[in-house]
């Protein structure tokens, strides 16, 4: 079980059967490294235990976690594989993402994405297909966009991914601020 719950700022937890992953975490701490992960948006200078901010792979708490380097590597996005699960954690300023990175993506499970300019996000999503999508408002996000990817208007604190998938159409999850 995946369970999603929003963090200050653009980003989200997600705890995993053991270990807890801070997604873009806005106040940058690492993690302990034992049970918690800090994923970062852009990558730091120096390596610090409990924080991944550069593209690469890597294996961490029982999960398989793939950076992605944006605008020349000043920017990471992730690709988690977790509980039998694959999210992809789409970093801000959301941007277009050349074809090479959405093929070297395939499919994900879930996206968990921010807000934002719509007409990226949309062909984001009408590339990677997810059957849930888990929205973060951000600043520039509106109920306009929202309402136009799905979302209903009603935002939770918390999101359990229990056992399968939806097994047809999207499930639309926005987390609250």
């Known amino acids: 079980m995946l369970t999603f719950s929003p963090l200050p700022g653009p980003g989200c937890s997600i705890a995993t ?12 701490k690492p993690g302990d490294g034992k049970k918690t992960l800090a994923l970062l948006s852009s ?12 593209p690469g792979e890597y294996n961490e708490l029982g999960a398989s976690i793939r950076g992605i380097g944006h605008k ?16 992809l954690c789409v970093s801000q300023p959301l941007e277009e993402w050349p074809e090479h990175d959405i093929e070297a993506v395939g499919d994900a499970d879930v996206l968990v994405a921010p807000v934002t300019e719509s007409k990226f996000l949309q062909k ?11 929205l973060l408002p951000a600043k520039g996000g509106t109920d306009s966009i929202m309402k136009a990817l799905g979302a209903k208007g009603e935002t ?22």
């Open 17 to 28: 059967g053991g270990a807890t992953l801070l997604v873009f975490a806005a106040d940058r």
């Open 43 to 54: 990558p730091e200078e120096e390596s610090n235990a409990g924080s991944i901010s550069w």
């Open 72 to 87: 020349e590597g000043q920017q990471v996005s992730y690709l988690i594989d977790a509980d039998g699960t694959r999210v």
């Open 124 to 134: 984001l999503i009408d590339e990677i297909d997810p059957r849930v999508l888990i």
């Open 156 to 177: 939770v604190d918390e999101y359990k991914l229990k056992g399968s998938l939806p097994a047809e159409g999207r499930e639309v999850v926005v987390l609250a601020d």
